[in-house]
């Protein structure tokens, strides 16, 4: 993922969180109102990673490594592509390319499809958070080899 696909990148993120923000009853999800000037400076300092069919992104994945450890955020799928296997096939790129000895990624503690793909991937439950009423972000880590 380059900082020239985050326009792409940001519409795809948009529409994958469209679904979390039905969950959660909140449009102002991070994710859906990050600015494109944002992912930007993100994809400046991060690594990511794309899944395309023909030349459309349809999955993505940004990380950043500190002290060991991968910090995995913004696992999105478009919509109509949820159910391939692409969201694993990304987690497991980010765990192999970051080159970390441990992963840790978050998401919200409604988001079941999200939490059971991250326990069936090794992970395991540490903390939970309230980011505000009503949402609170369940923090997972996994050991990496």
């Known amino acids: 993922m380059t900082v020239e696909d985050a326009g792409e990148v940001l519409t795809l993120q948009r529409a994958a969180y469209a679904t979390e923000a039905q969950i959660y009853g909140?449009?102002?999800?991070?994710?859906?109102?990050?600015?494109?000037?944002?992912?930007?400076?993100?994809?400046?300092?991060?690594?990511?990673?794309?899944?395309?069919?023909?030349?459309?992104?349809?999955?993505?994945?940004?990380?950043?490594?500190e002290n060991g450890t991968v910090h995995i955020g913004r696992l999105t799928v478009a919509p109509d592509?949820?159910?391939?296997?692409?969201?694993?096939?990304?987690?497991?790129?980010?765990?192999?390319?970051?080159?970390?000895?441990?992963?840790?990624?978050?998401?919200?503690?409604l988001s079941q499809a999200n939490i059971r793909l991250y326990v069936r991937e090794g992970y395991a439950e540490t903390r939970r958070e309230t980011l505000r009423d009503g949402v609170e972000l369940v923090y997972l880590v996994k050991p990496l080899s």
Request: charged content about 20%.
């Open 81 to 109: 592509q949820q159910g391939k296997g692409l969201g694993t096939t990304l987690l497991r790129r980010a765990e192999h390319d970051s080159q970390a000895t441990r992963a840790e990624l978050f998401t919200g503690h």
């Open 26 to 65: 909140d449009p102002f999800l991070p994710a859906l109102t990050q600015t494109l000037s944002e992912l930007q400076d993100e994809l400046r300092v991060g690594s990511g990673a794309v899944a395309l069919d023909g030349a459309r992104i349809v999955a993505a994945v940004r990380w950043t490594v």
